[in-house]
């Protein structure tokens, strides 16, 4: 069983708003990553770390910003959420080599 | 940057049917090959991974797929589909040195009737 928590299952807020997504790993995984994916859609990857202190974009631009200060937290920043943001966040982490990702259960985000 | 193509988006099939599903990947060094899948509701699953040595694995649930590396295609198969198969499946990469970029494909919404 893998142990990725993502927090919170479901969010709505208003435009404007700045909201964190929580993403936690008890596997000591040094790489994560974020997701957005539209229902029953593809995956885009947003941005990943490969290490405490190491942040990539993905390929998808975003306006949302992360930060990786500890090896098991990976939260997701929007300043100011808008409709567009509406969207599934998914946050994945990966052991260091030949391993597969897991993911978390995902951030329903709702922009109203 | 490595990029996943998956065809057929929508495929519809009957309980006992055979299934395929195609994955071609774009990266010219050694990549690691997963199929994910995510059933209705849930959160992504791990169906089956390539790493090295046989091209033919096995994963859960009757799955296998098959590593060409000629071809950059890692097709995902299982003889007789269930009911139960209903879910969304999608082919990721990642090469396997270098750049920790995992992409994904688009993804295949399989619907399987009773």
């Known amino acids: 069983e893998a142990d990725i928590y993502q927090t919170p299952r479901y969010l709505v807020i208003g435009t404007g708003k700045k909201i964190t997504l929580e993403c936690s790993q008890t596997?000591?995984?040094?790489?994560m990553y974020w997701y957005q994916q539209d229902p029953g859609m593809e995956l885009h990857l947003i941005h990943y770390?490969?290490?405490?202190?190491?942040?990539e974009k993905g390929d998808l631009s975003s306006e949302s910003t992360v930060s990786r200060i500890r090896t098991e937290h990976f939260p997701l920043t929007l300043e100011s959420a808008r409709p567009s943001h509406t969207s599934q966040y998914l946050c994945?982490?990966?052991?260091?080599?030949?391993?597969?990702?897991?993911f978390g259960q995902g951030t329903r985000l709702t922009v109203v | 940057a490595q990029s996943v193509s998956q065809h057929n988006h929508h495929v519809i099939l009957s309980e006992a049917a055979s299934l395929e599903l195609g994955c071609n990947y774009s990266?010219?060094?050694?990549?690691?090959l997963f199929w994910y899948v995510q059933y209705p509701g849930q959160h992504l699953q791990l169906l089956l991974k390539y790493f090295s040595g046989d091209p033919l694995v096995k994963g859960i649930k009757g799955f296998e797929a098959e590593f060409i590396k000629s071809k950059f295609s890692f097709n995902l198969r299982k003889p007789s589909v269930q009911w139960s198969d209903t879910a969304e499946y999608f082919c990721?990469?990642?090469?396997?040195?270098?750049?920790?970029?995992?992409?994904f494909g688009k993804g295949n919404q399989v619907v399987v009737i009773p």
């Open positions: 994945a982490s990966r052991g260091t080599f030949n391993t597969e990702a897991f």
């Open positions: 990266y010219g060094g050694t990549v690691n």
């Open positions: 990721a990469v990642i090469p396997s040195y270098g750049n920790n970029r995992l992409a």
């Open positions: 770390s490969y290490g405490v202190n190491s942040t």
């Open positions: 596997m000591g995984h040094d790489k």
